[in-house]
């Protein structure tokens, strides 16, 4: 079978994970991208999984750390979506959200052509020390990848 990817560990200061800023992580995650959470015990602390599909078989695992991460730059997880349509759609979900909240982040880009290809793309970042980078991809015909995602 080959490989997947089946989670992310994102670290934060400890005390960080309070009620409040779980439940703002939730509400954020579960209105872009309709992402449900599920606290959980684990090596002996409170966590969050932010549950990317409803088997829990991806998931992003949030957890304190006396050591958390840091990413100062465009550190980011690509979610890959299969038109540019949902992009745009989510990406002006993420503008009206932000109307709202202030602290969302986002970065647009122009489209990206390269080697018969062109990526449509814009980063989003809320709470979490990292960016999401969604996006689509068109392929020229014949350029399309050998091997593509099948959902059961």
């Known amino acids: 079978m080959p490989m997947r990817l089946n989670h992310m560990e994102l670290t934060f200061p400890e005390g960080t ?6 439940q703002q992580i939730t509400d954020f995650y579960q209105e872009l991208f309709g ?3 599920l606290e959980i015990d684990i090596v002996e602390q409170k966590a969050l999984l932010l549950m990317l599909d ?3 078989s991806q998931f992003i695992l949030l957890a304190e750390s006396p050591k958390p991460m840091q990413s100062p730059s465009y ?3 690509g979610l890959l979506f299969d038109t540019r349509e949902e ?3 989510l990406l002006e979900k993420a503008k009206a959200m932000q109307t709202v909240n202030n602290e969302i982040q986002i970065k647009e880009y122009e489209d990206l052509k390269e080697g018969g290809t062109i990526v449509h793309a814009f980063y989003v970042r ?3 020390p ?3 980078d969604v996006q689509s991809i068109d392929y ?4 399309e990848p050998a091997r593509k995602w099948h959902y059961g």
């Open 75 to 77: 550190d980011h997880l």
């Open 35 to 37: 992402w449900n959470t």
């Open 17 to 22: 994970l309070t009620p409040e800023f779980k």
């Open 87 to 89: 992009v745009d759609a």
């Open 130 to 132: 990292i960016w999401f």
């Open 140 to 143: 020229e015909n014949g350029l």
């Open 54 to 56: 409803e088997d829990v």
């Open 126 to 128: 809320h709470l979490l």
